[in-house]
């Protein structure tokens, strides 16, 4: 019996390794985790522009001066910002915030309802998330099933041909 079709091999690794990521990604959501990239260098050393950060949601007030959050920006709506936190103070029934950017020279100061919730950052996952990115724009997924077409069809012409895998 011969070895295996190379790239009847690489097709398999290539479709176990996507397989895998999706189930990790939807055991994470499922368990009230979030999956983001970082697009900027606010928090060098600690987390770099296209990180992929994995947050757990933890209760406003658990947070910790040291922790590394999430958080809606207070100046910009709709962007999500991830800071370290300097520290949290209660005021009624808010909770006021001092965050900052590792590489930032000042901070900000920001407010939440005392019931409101963050993304505490549990994994930093270096660089993937220029990958992510580039799979997720129109040029990419274009190549990207031209270049399954293409590899199918070649497994499909290379069985009906019988040079494929597990044929003599």
């Known amino acids: 019996m011969r070895g295996r079709h190379p ?21 994470l959501v499922g368990t009230g ?4 990239i970082d697009m900027s260098d606010s928090m060098q050393p600690a987390i770099a522009s296209g990180d992929v950060l994995v947050t757990e949601a933890i209760a406003a ?6 922790d590394i959050i999430t958080f809606d920006d207070p100046q910009r709506h709709g962007r999500t910002m991830t800071h370290r936190v300097v ?3 209660e005021r009624g029934d808010k ?17 939440i309802a005392a019931d409101g919730t963050a993304g505490h950052v ?12 580039w799979v997720r724009g129109p040029a990419a997924r274009f190549i990207l099933l031209t270049l399954a077409s293409v590899l199918l069809a070649v497994l499909v012409l ?3 041909w019988g040079i494929g895998p597990g044929r003599s």
């Open 33 to 36: 985790h979030r999956v983001m």
């Open 95 to 111: 909770l006021a915030f001092h965050t900052k950017g590792d590489a930032n020279g000042k901070g900000e100061r920001w407010t």
């Open 61 to 66: 007030r658990d947070a910790r001066p040291g």
């Open 158 to 160: 290379a069985r009906v």
């Open 87 to 89: 520290s949290v103070r």
């Open 122 to 133: 549990q994994v930093v996952i270096p660089k993937v998330g220029y990958v992510l990115n």
């Open 7 to 27: 790239i009847g091999v690489a097709a398999s690794l290539l479709a176990g390794s996507a397989v895998t990521l999706l189930v990790g990604v939807a055991v």
